[in-house]
């Protein structure tokens, strides 16, 4: 068990409820299951799929809640805490009072507030499911807890934070913690794409590789279009990176020896191609459909 969670195991004792969130986009990879087996076996839990923006709910909603309902989990509310949805944001809240009025609190009753920790991999959302809440509730625009686009930004268990004056309603923010076992190919690239795991941790060409390959077996050409090209659809990355490059001019000097040699500018083509990706420029961001798909629920 990692640090980490063993801090958020030892802390369980002053805890009424566990919120777990995760990204939409990937909906049934990457979870931890030492959440359930450390925390959320001892005290309710909530699963709420942040970025919902971000896939076709109409699509997929039903199957991802088929799947978790039929593995125990008994409340699930979808979110997008950087557009700050005011109906999401109610839901959540409903949800978390319903489930701390129904549980028994034991040594916990004679404290008048309640405390919620907020758990998760890392760069799912959970700091802006924090602020969302306190902003939504309390009126405060100012963020209490620090958010960021990277894996990583919160890097201990932080100071518990109000969201709520009746009942008084804390939330208490955690380091994401990936889970120890290991992971396939799938899922690593997939996390790798939604950029949840340090760049450091897989290289980047494999990671662009994946996602051409991920769009071409799900029949999405649209990054053709966002990246200008006419050219057909190619299931080769190198040949990609060179339509890319030619189509914006991308070049850099290299030094060969004692020359300079002028050649495609490789790295910034494949940060063009993943970014589409990760800046939303995409027909469909949701990456577990083959999933899905293999459990007849699509």
């Known amino acids: 068990m990692s640090v980490q969670l063993k801090k958020m195991e030892g802390k369980l004792r002053s805890v009424d409820l566990v919120v777990e969130v995760h990204d939409a986009r990937i909906a049934l990879t990457g979870r931890n299951p030492e959440f359930y087996q450390k925390l959320y076996a001892i005290r309710p839990h909530v699963l709420?799929?942040?970025k919902m923006d971000l896939i076709d709910m109409k699509k997929h909603r039903q199957p991802i809640e088929e799947y978790y309902y039929d593995q125990g989990v008994q409340h699930i509310v979808w979110t997008d805490c950087k557009r700050k949805h005011a109906a999401a944001l109610r839901d959540l809240r409903e949800v978390m009072l319903n489930c701390l009025r129904s549980e028994q609190r034991f040594n916990r009753q004679v404290r008048p507030e309640y405390l919620v920790m907020v758990v998760g991999i890392p760069n799912v959302g959970k700091s802006s499911v924090i602020n969302a809440l306190r902003g939504r509730n309390l009126g405060r625009t100012n963020p209490a807890v620090q958010e960021g686009n990277r894996p990583g930004v919160t890097i201990r268990v932080q100071n518990r934070v109000k969201i709520l004056d009746r009942p008084p309603l804390y939330m208490v923010d955690t380091p994401g913690v990936l889970s120890p076992s290991t992971r396939n190919v799938d899922d690593t690239m997939k996390l790798a794409i939604c950029d949840l795991i340090l760049e450091s941790a897989t290289k980047p060409d494999y990671v662009a590789d994946y996602l051409l390959y991920w769009l071409n077996k799900t029949g999405d050409f649209s990054y053709l279009k966002a990246l200008n090209l006419t050219c057909q659809p190619t299931d080769d990355i190198q040949r990609l990176f060179i339509e890319i490059c030619k189509k914006h001019d991308y070049r850099t000097n290299c030094l060969i020896g004692t020359a300079t040699e002028e050649r495609w500018d490789f790295d910034r083509a494949r940060k063009q191609?993943?970014?589409?990706?990760?800046?939303?420029?995409?027909?469909?961001?949701?990456l577990d459909k083959d999933r899905l798909e293999e459990l007849g629920l699509i």
């Open 273 to 286: 191609f993943i970014e589409l990706f990760r800046r939303n420029l995409l027909a469909d961001m949701f």
């Open 48 to 50: 709420v799929m942040n």
